[in-house]
């Protein structure tokens, strides 16, 4: 059991807005980045936001990131076929060091 | 470009270590700030970090799950990365990735994966 709570999974038509919210504590998400990862099947995953809310280069401004509290969130604007992955919120927390949360996986339906 | 290459795929028994190299190429290994970071993924699983090596300084962080079992370790004449788990048991069978850490789990290359299977 992760202490990064993400939802199993997230489904969105092409074009949509989809949020992906990934909940943690005063110990990880409340004082430190939260960064977030795409994984597509059988590859490594991928860096999607660097920093709360800062795109890598090459990444579509599609992407964002934003984190409020204790709570972080993705969204993914303008929704398409190839965003069919799996995503992950990560975060340095102070007792137990790097947590990644149980993962989300995104079908476009 | 930079690249993280790992070595290749094992087998191993209950009990017995494993060690992992990931090479880096394509980037200053013992730059101010820059680790490596491994990381692993149990099959149909999320992703759990181990532990984490300065390559400027060699400093350590192991994940609270892995303390005592895991030893990570560079070469610096060989810019490579190592990564030894003990006491293996069958939930160890995964695939370990190393990944650069510009900063705290800020992971922007990756290696292409080990697979590690503990079987008997």
């Known amino acids: 059991q992760s202490l990064l709570t993400q939802p199993p999974s997230a489904s969105g038509t092409p074009g949509q807005r989809v949020v992906i919210s990934c909940s943690g504590s005063?110990?990880?998400?409340?004082?430190?980045?939260v960064r977030w990862y795409q994984q597509f099947p059988g590859t490594a995953p991928k860096l999607l936001i660097s920093?709360?809310?800062q795109r890598p280069p090459g990444v579509p401004d599609r992407f964002s990131g934003s984190k409020s509290g204790t709570s972080a969130s993705l969204a993914i604007s303008g929704l398409q076929s190839e965003d069919e992955a799996d995503y992950y919120c990560?975060?340095?927390?102070?007792?137990?060091?790097?947590?990644f949360g149980g993962g989300t996986k995104l079908t476009v339906l | 470009q930079v690249h993280l290459v790992q070595s290749g795929a094992e087998v191993k028994k209950p009990g017995a270590s494993v060690k992992v190299s990931c090479k880096a190429s394509?980037?200053?290994?013992?730059?101010?700030?820059?680790?490596i970071s491994w990381v692993r993924q149990a099959p149909g699983q999320g992703l759990e970090w181990m532990g984490w090596?300065?390559?400027?300084?060699?400093?350590?962080v192991y994940g609270q799950n892995f303390q005592g079992r895991v030893t990570i370790t560079t070469d610096i004449s060989t810019t490579t990365a190592f990564m030894e788990l003990r006491g293996l048991r069958s939930d160890d069978t995964a695939i370990y990735y190393c990944?650069?850490?510009?900063?705290?789990?800020?992971?922007?290359?990756w290696g292409q994966g080990t697979l590690v299977t503990v079987s008997s």
């Open positions: 394509g980037h200053t290994f013992m730059k101010y700030g820059l680790g």
């Open positions: 990944a650069r850490d510009a900063s705290t789990l800020n992971f922007d290359y």
């Open positions: 920093s709360d809310n």
């Open positions: 990560a975060v340095w927390d102070d007792r137990l060091n790097g947590v």
């Open positions: 090596i300065s390559t400027y300084n060699g400093d350590t």
């Open positions: 005063n110990s990880n998400i409340g004082r430190n980045v």
